[in-house]
């Protein structure tokens, strides 16, 4: 059974720096992998789809890599600012069209 | 365009009480689901379609029916609301998963559902 680990939980940053989101997983034969935003009381807004083919993707400010051999996908936004203050969940599809999602991380970022 | 629409956003219901969450797409998409998302316990999944007329249970199904007449409509039935029912639903949809390749998943906005 996939198990989908997001750390960490929680995270506070000033703004501006740049931050890494991290997720782990733990079976490798995943066809895609996404990143999503939630924000409270709101729906999950995708960010970023990555293929098992690819090893990343950009938008913007993010970019999200894969490394499937690893079982990682990290999540990395450049300059961080308080609109980006949500929490940040990342789901693994191994193809069953079930994806598996990770518990989130919440982040928040002050002025 | 709508994408995924979910009502009613707000409910409270008493205990024994039966209601449908409604859930739409206007994307053609093959594939719609059901999750629930409670603290401390992240998305869990309910039920499952990935086409009209196919309906399967996820990991939480007990409590809850569904129906998919439709490509468009997946409704989600609380038979008998219990307080452990209690929970934002979330309805979610996507293009048929073909093999080595993707799709972007959709999330309607939620519905918070109370059960006293």
């Known amino acids: 059974k996939q198990e989908v680990t997001q750390i960490p939980a929680a995270l506070s940053v000033p703004e501006g720096e740049n931050l890494v989101l991290n997720c782990s997983f733990t079976?490798?034969?995943?066809?895609?992998l996404q990143w999503f935003r939630q924000d409270p009381g709101k729906g999950l807004t995708s960010l970023l789809l990555?293929?098992?083919?690819?090893r990343e993707q950009t938008s913007g400010r993010l970019n999200a890599s894969l490394d499937k051999s690893s079982g990682r996908s990290t999540l990395y936004i450049a300059a961080s600012q308080p609109g980006d203050s949500a929490t940040y969940l990342c789901?693994?599809?191994?193809?069953?069209?079930?994806?598996?999602f990770g518990r989130g991380t919440s982040l928040i970022v002050h002025p | 365009n709508a994408g995924v629409t979910q009502t009613p956003k707000f409910q409270v219901l008493k205990t024994g009480q039966s209601m449908t969450l409604q859930c739409a797409q206007d994307?053609?998409?093959?594939?719609m689901s059901w999750y629930r998302q409670d603290p401390g316990m992240g998305l869990r999944l309910i039920h499952y379609?990935?086409?009209?007329?196919?309906?399967d249970q996820g990991e939480v199904p007990n409590g809850y029916n569904v129906s998919r007449s439709t490509t468009e409509d997946f409704p989600l039935r609380l038979l008998s609301a219990a307080p452990s029912q209690t929970s934002v639903y979330f309805c979610?949809?996507?293009?048929?998963?073909?093999?080595?390749?993707?799709?972007?998943?959709?999330f309607g906005e939620g519905s918070w559902l109370t059960v006293v």
């Open positions: 079976d490798s034969a995943i066809y895609n």
């Open positions: 990555i293929q098992s083919s690819q």
């Open positions: 979610a949809s996507s293009k048929r998963q073909d093999p080595g390749s993707g799709n972007t998943i959709y």
């Open positions: 994307m053609n998409h093959e594939y």
């Open positions: 379609s990935v086409g009209a007329g196919i309906t």
């Open positions: 789901a693994v599809n191994g193809g069953s069209y079930i994806p598996t």
